[in-house]
Structure formats: C-alpha cells, structure tokens
C-alpha cells in the first residue's frame, strides 16, 4: 500500500476518509447480519463458561504464528491446528459455513423458522445445533 502512495505521491491521509467508509460500510454489514444471526446465541451459549482446556488452547490460538502455517482456506487451516487445538477446531468446524451475505441470512431465517415452529418447540440445545450444522453443511458440500 504504502508503494503505491508513493508512487502516485499521495500521502496517507489523503485516503483516510475512503478506508474510514468503506470500514463503516463493512461494520454495518457485519451489525446487521451476523450480529443478528439467529446461530450466534448457540455460539454465546458455548462459550459461556470454557473450561480450563478451551482456555489453554485459545492462549496457544491467539499466539499463534500464521506465517508458519500454509493454508488457503478456512477448513485447510483447522486440518492443520486440530491436533493442537482439538476443543477449538469443533468449535470452528461448526461456525465456518454460517452464512454470511443477506439472502443466505434470509434463507437460514426461513430454515430456524421450519426448525423452531410452534410443532418444534421442545428441541434440545444439542439438536438445534445438530440440525443447523447439518443444514448447513448439506448445502455446503456440494459446492
């Protein structure tokens, strides 16, 4: 980036106000679809209390050197860290194919409203998750 301002001898804070946007424009997309997801509250749910080993590993997680890692894709990289992070990488597994553009969002609304339906009220926290990562991974796995 900084070769390029230099090359066209303009300064940094030239394009402050264009990088400060566009990060507003991503944050509001970020607010308003996967803050609001309906799959967050599971992920809340079991984070809520880590045990002592989830905590470990998210020390070992946060340290870690992603320049000595070789991975192009999400599911490459947890290939590569599971068994270092065991805990952390089902975790991850079961969020990465989460939705992320509005009209998957609208479509995961319609598929937690067929789940969660006044026949479907009793669903365990368990077989909520199993049926949206199962949902969801159907779907996936044909692309």
Known sequence: MDLVLQKF??????????????????????????????????FRLELA???TSLIQEWSIYVNINLNLIEFSELNE?????????PLLEKIA???????ISSCAVERSFSAYNKILDDDRQNLSLESLKFLTMMYFNNQNSGK
Do not use: G
Not at 11 to 21: G, I, N, R
Not at 23 to 39: R, S, T, V
Not at 77 to 85: A, H, I, R
Not at 93 to 99: D, E, K, S
């Open 77 to 85: 990289f947890w290939d590569k860290v599971s068994l270092q992070l």
């Open 9 to 42: 001898n303009s300064p940094l804070t030239a394009f402050c106000p264009v990088f400060q946007q566009a990060y507003h424009a991503a944050y509001k997309k970020l607010e308003d679809h996967i803050l609001q997801h309906p799959a967050r509250s599971l």
């Open 93 to 99: 597994r079961n969020y990465i194919w989460l939705p």
């Open 49 to 51: 209390n880590p045990s």
